[in-house]
């Protein structure tokens, strides 16, 4: 296990801080691949990072962006973690960044995985970053552990990128990266922010089970960055 946890003494220090890192690496990314690509999580933890991120000047015609998951609701819903992504990100100088869509015009989720994995493909991979977030109940991305998917989800050699979840104790069908597209990142972060969630990562890393708590299968595999603040 590889975990750096990098604490601050706020969120507002967290935020700064954040966008300084994730904008050093995009801005390699470009200067090296001419190209870079970001893996982002909704939710609420990274609003603020999000409005930071699109006042910040770099060549964001030269960004990919993309969500580690997305609710399979319309655009405009209010669960859909694309408008977020549109309204918070995408927006002042990250206007001009490429959004690439998770959410295809299909009734069904495990309809739109295909089309969902053509788009991952289109980006430089490993992408540059992932942010992930995490649920209270040890789910990142959209591997839950309530649901009937998540083992295939946590597969390392499923041969997917992305998978149709449909959670039993959260709401919406989603469409979620697996972990080997998770993992297929050069820079991993995991945004926390408060003691509650803090308390559920270390529980969840010294107690369960990958299928139990999704977050460790990450944090097994791979060097990850906790930013976290109260
Ligand atoms: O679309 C989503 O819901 C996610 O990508 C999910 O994995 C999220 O990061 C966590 O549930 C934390 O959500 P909060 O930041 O709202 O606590």
């Known amino acids: 296990m590889a975990l750096t946890t990098l604490s601050f003494d706020t969120p507002d220090a967290l935020t700064s801080a954040f966008a300084e890192d994730l904008v050093s690496i995009l801005k390699t990314g470009i200067k090296t691949r001419g190209r870079a690509s970001l893996v982002v999580s909704g ?30 609701v319309e655009e405009g ?17 990250a206007s001009a960044a490429h959004f690439v869509e998770l959410k295809s015009d299909v009734a069904d989720a495990s309809e739109g995985v295909n089309a969902a994995e053509k788009a991952i493909a289109s980006m430089s991979q490993p992408f540059d970053a992932l942010i992930l977030g995490m649920g209270e109940d040890g789910h990142t ?24 979840v449909q959670p039993t104790t959260a709401p919406h069908q989603r469409i979620s990266l697996t972990l080997p597209a998770l993992l297929n990142s050069r ?19 010294d107690n369960a089970t990958e299928a139990q708590k999704p977050i460790t299968a990450v944090v097994n595999r791979a060097p990850v960055t906790l930013m976290w603040a109260p």
């Not at 992504?85 to 995408?90: C, E, S």
């Not at 991305?141 to 149709?164: K, Y």
């Open 43 to 72: 939710g609420r933890t990274p609003l603020a990072l999000f409005k930071q991120l699109s006042e910040t000047d770099i060549e964001w015609d030269k960004v990919d962006i993309t969500l580690a998951d997305e609710r399979w």
């Open 141 to 164: 991305a959209s591997l839950f552990p309530c649901s009937e998917q998540v083992n295939d989800g946590l597969s390392m050699n499923s041969g997917r990128t992305c998978i149709a």
């Open 187 to 205: 820079h991993i972060f995991l945004h926390l922010t408060g003691d509650k969630k803090k308390q559920v990562l270390l529980d969840a890393l």
């Open 77 to 93: 819903h209010e669960a859909s973690n694309t408008s977020l992504v549109k309204a918070n990100l995408i927006q002042n100088k």
